[in-house]
């Protein structure tokens, strides 16, 4: 059955609004590392998914505003460490834009991926590669990651989310 398409508002949607209704979808979180030319740098990031299995790509949204986002670009490879609960001192680090990179990345143990990015030791999985592509939208870029390199982590059943703007232990228990 088809339905007609709905006519695009013309009225600007309430920013906070879309914050709010946005906040009650749970999201993963993860660091996104990099090194290179522009040194290194990282995030925590929430908008990531995976995109293709043909080849391994993974979808990651980066605000521009990001001091990150320039060396992320720049150095064209992503480090991925997907976190687990236990984790969320390090994902408030990465989120915080007043520390400086090298507080970011002080105290934890950090492994260097096939590539030469750092990505997080005890992360539930870690994947790494070059930017495959780059697309403008609003605020952000999507970035397409071809994945090259994965390393999984034995041991946590629990992986760190994000939901209602506060952290959550997800387990691989069934609901």
Known sequence: MSHPAAAPSTQALDPDLFREAMSRLSAPVVLVTTDGEAGRHGLTV??????????????????????????????????????????????????????????????????TSA?????????????????????????HDIVLCQVTDITLRDGSPYALAWFGRTFHSLSVEPA
């Open 46 to 111: 929430s908008a990531i998914c995976s995109v293709s299995t043909e080849p391994p790509t993974v979808l990651v949204c980066l605000n521009r505003s990001s001091r990150a986002h320039a060396a992320l670009v720049t150095n064209g490879v992503l480090g991925i460490s997907i976190l687990q609960t236990g984790h969320e001192d390090i994902a408030g680090r990465f989120a915080r834009s007043s520390l400086s990179q090298d507080e970011k990345f002080a105290g934890v143990d950090w492994h």
């Open 115 to 139: 590539l030469g990015v750092p990505v997080l030791d005890n992360a539930v999985a870690t994947l790494s590669g070059p930017i495959a592509s780059i697309h403008s939208s609003g605020s």
